[in-house]
Every structure is written in structure tokens, then in C-alpha cells.
């Protein structure tokens, strides 16, 4: 059966780090692998790394691997903010690059963007280290939304952090700043993914709610051209069926849109 065009961005973690349990994501067509170095440890996510790879060659298929770097974050018991007065790229990420270069990551994600500089200062600690690879600018600030066209121009993909960007700007807002997003990633020509609570439910429940599935086909009717499960896939009781269900959701999708020039990871 035909994938869909749209890709699916899985987040893997105590949840979906079985063997079996990748096996059966890879197989329902989760596209691409997030790993999200905001938690565990280098030889955990070393692990994780070999088994996708492993798994998805003994699939016959490709999985990009994207580490997601967790800049100046802040946890504040079940939710984070982030630190204003620090760089955007710390100390710990710089660790964590090194380690992602080692093991041939095939995106970095950058938390907490705010300019284009912030994109060329981690691509010039890239080159420093010996590699250039692909980076994800996160919207998720303010100041990203005011700097928007810059930083598509200097990063290589862009990913919609509805999360924190909910708690910059008036939530009412994120359905419209997401649109514009995605709008002129598609003006641009670059990788739009669309992330954060698109079916938060299925953390707990078998199914997600008719918001919910509301939430992801509009984010590919408007253009996304990847959608992310987050907790949904990496600590959730229902990781495959939270896959299985996105891919039902984007394929119905499809047919009442025409994105010849969709852009892949």
C-alpha cells in the first residue's frame, strides 16, 4: 500500500524502545525518529540509535535520525521554560552535538531559535567539529515569529513548537501563527513540521479525540509537510496505534489536497 506524501515524525523513548515496538512503528510508516537529548543519557540514546537503524535495514526502509537539542531549558515539575539570559546553544548541547556527529545524526533541531545567528553559530560549532548537518530551527518564541524570514532563509528545516511557543504568544493566536509558518516554509521551499499535542491523548487512550484528529489534518491541508508525535510515542500506553492512526489521518488527507512540490526529510 502507498505511503502517504506527508511524513511522520515519532519520538521514541521508554515506550517505543523495544525491539518489537520499532519493528511494528517502522512497518505502519513512522518516517522519521526524533530523539529528544532534553532527557537520558548518551549510551542510552547510542542504543536507540543502533536499534532504529538496525531495525529500519532490516525493514528495507530509511529513518532519519533527528537529535533534538534541549538549549537553555528549564523543567518546572510536569512542564519547562527556558532560561532568557543564557545562550541558545549550551554547553550540554555542544556535548550532545559532538556525540550526535559521532554517531552521524541526520538533522540537529535547535530549541529556543530567536535569530538567523543563533542558526549560524551552531552550524559554524558543526563545522568546527568536523560536519555539516541539516538543522531544524524550532519556532517556538516570540522573537522567532518577528524574526521568521531570516531564520527560514538560514536554517534547512523548520519545526512549529506549538508547545512553548503556546506560552509566548496569546494562545489563541498559535492556529494563525502556525498557518503563516507554514506558508512561507512552502513560499521558501523548505521542510515545514507541524509538532506538540496533535494527539496528546493517545498517551493514555487507544484513540484521539475528534479535535484531535481535526488538528492534524488541517496542518496538512494548510501545508505541513511533517507531522510529530511527541509524549504520544515515547511514553504513551499506545505508541503503534498513535503511528497507525496519523497515517490514516494524513492519507484521507491527501485527497482533498495537491502539493506536488511537498519537501521530505
Sequence with gaps: MENSKAQ????????????EILEKMIDHKMDV?????????HEEHAQFIKDIRDTATKIGRKIP?????SGPRIQQ??????????EVITEKDLSDLKFGIEQSVDYVALSFVGSASDVIKLRKHMEDMGKIIPIIAKIERKIAIDNLGEI?????????????????????????????????????????????????????????TRAEVTDVAFAIIEGA???????????????????????????????YITRPNRKNL
Design 33 to 41: 525518529a526524533r530523539l529528544n537529548f532534553s532527557w537520558g543519557t
Design 77 to 86: 515539575g510536569a512542564g519547562h521554560t527556558y532560561d532568557q539570559n543564557v
Design 225 to 255: 509537510d511533517a507531522v510529530m508525535l511527541s509524549e504520544e510515542s515515547a511514553s504513551g500506553k499506545y505508541p503503534l496505534e498513535a503511528v497507525t492512526i496519523m497515517e490514516k489521518i494524513i492519507k484521507e488527507s491527501e485527497k
Design 152 to 208: 527560514i532563509q538560514a536554517a534547512d528545516a523548520i519545526m512549529v513548537a506549538r508547545g512553548d511557543l503556546g506560552s509566548e504568544l496569546p494562545i489563541e493566536t498559535i492556529p494563525f501563527a502556525q498557518q503563516n509558518i507554514i506558508k512561507r516554509c512552502n513560499a521558501a521551499g523548505k521542510p515545514v513540521i507541524v509538532a506538540t499535542q496533535m494527539m496528546l491523548s493517545m498517551k493514555d487512550n487507544p484513540e484521539p
Design 65 to 69: 535520525i533527528i537529535q533534538d537539542l
Design 8 to 19: 511522520i515524525v515519532a519520538t521514541i523513548g521508554p515506550a517505543s524502545k523495544s525491539l
